[in-house]
Nanobody, 123 residues
Framework: QVQLVESGGGLVQAGGSLRVSCAAS????????MGWFRQAPGKEGEFVAA????????YYADSVKGRFTISRDNAKNTVALQMNSLKPEDTAVYYC????????????????WGQGTQVTVSS
């Protein structure tokens, strides 16, 4: 099992920046990739970004490309999402996820999930 705990959410004005982090514990050696997803009120969940645990290859949703950066610290077992030029439509609960076998946008292929952290962008 892998446990994931997000932190760093909050309230920010449009155009501002925020960084959310995810700390992984447990059987982290089994993790192949980690990702960030988000869900806004009344909307379906949406893929944001993913990163391979080994090698650091990244993948982004078109809606955040150029504004968000995903990174990992293997020594600390953490993944971060740096969010710049935030827009009100980025408001959502952001979830960290880990997969033993996959890196990509398909949420069903992630095995472990955090509880989520709220990000609110005011206009």
């Amino acid at each position: 099992q892998v446990q994931l705990v997000e932190s760093g959410g909050g309230l920010v004005q449009a155009g501002g920046s925020l960084r959310v982090s995810c700390a992984a514990s447990g059987r982290t050696a089994s993790v192949y990739a980690m990702g960030w997803f988000r869900q806004a009120p009344g909307k379906e969940g949406e893929f944001v970004a993913a990163i391979r645990w080994s090698g650091g290859r990244t993948y982004y949703a078109d809606s955040v490309k150029g504004r968000f950066t995903i990174s990992r610290d293997n020594a600390k077992n953490t993944v971060a999402l740096q969010m710049n030029s935030l827009k009100p439509e980025d408001t959502a609960v952001y979830y960290c996820a880990a997969s033993r076998t996959y890196m990509g946008s398909d949420a069903s292929r992630y095995h472990y999930w955090g509880q989520g952290t709220q990000v609110t962008v005011s206009s």
